[in-house]
T-cell receptor, first 111, second 113 residues
Framework: QQPVQSPQAVILREGEDAVINCSSS?????VHWYRQKHGEAPVFLMI?????EQKGHDKISASFNEKKQQSSLYLTASQLSYSGTYFC????????????FGTGTRLTIIP | DAMVIQNPRYQVTQFGKPVTLSCSQT?????MYWYQQKSSQAPKLLFH???????NEADTPDNFQSRRPNTSFCFLDIRSPGLGDAAMYLC????????????FGQGTRLTVV
């Protein structure tokens, strides 16, 4: 089953913050985050491999709540380059099997 | 330097005319995926391989087939493309299963006329 992301779309002014959520109806063993710009392939941002893990990359960070079966992506002081569609990705079972993508969140940053 | 290469980038085919999309990788990864992505939607998994072990999704139409003759190459065959098969097709690889990063090719945009 496909993870559900919220919000579906968000528009921010440059410098504002955003939170994107990814929720699953089944147990999550790890969570990937990808960004896809229009007409391009998805690009990997980060993986969180265990519950409670948090990671940061520049001003983009993420958390993983295993018990709640969800992950959140935090974008701080957003830049124009952050525009795109963000997808979470989850393996099917514990560290194995296929990678399934969430419903996606379209982020638009305006000057 | 491209690590996952898809050919062609753009493909126009006639309704019902078989078409093959190709993907090659220089990463020597075990896992290869084929995704279909329609406008404003998430990538939808069609097939995946672990080495030569093939898995297709339950809802992948029979019209879609795949081959992986060796570690480096993977092909997606659409036997009789319909208008609804027009989409971006993405190939991805990962070193191991879902707890390792996936690397994507640039995709093939398929148009059916």
């Amino acid at each position: 089953q496909q993870p559900v992301q919220s919000p579906q779309a968000v528009i921010l002014r440059e410098g504002e913050d955003a939170v994107i959520n990814c929720s699953s109806s089944k147990a999550l063993y790890s969570v990937h985050w990808y960004r896809q710009k229009h007409g391009e392939a998805p690009v990997f941002l980060m993986i969180l491999l265990k519950g409670g893990e948090q990671k940061g990359h520049d001003k983009i960070s993420a958390s993983f709540n295993e018990k709640k079966q969800q992950s959140s992506l935090y974008l701080t002081a957003s830049q124009l380059s952050y525009s795109g569609t963000y997808f979470c990705g989850t393996p099917n079972t514990f560290g194995n099997e296929k990678l399934t993508f969430g419903t996606g969140t379209r982020l638009t940053i305006i000057p | 330097d491209a690590m996952v290469i898809q050919n062609p980038r753009y493909q126009v085919t006639q309704f019902g005319k078989p078409v093959t999309l190709s993907c090659s990788q220089t990463l020597n990864h075990n896992v290869m995926y084929w995704y279909q992505q329609k406008s404003s939607q998430a990538p939808k998994l069609l097939f995946h391989y672990y080495d030569k072990d093939f898995n297709n999704e339950a809802d992948t139409p029979d019209n879609f087939q795949s081959r992986r003759p060796n570690t480096s190459f993977c092909f997606l065959d659409i036997r009789s493309p319909g208008l609804g098969d027009a989409a971006m097709y993405l190939c991805a690889t990962s070193r191991d299963w879902g707890d390792t990063e996936a690397f994507f090719g640039q995709g093939t945009r398929l148009t059916v006329v």
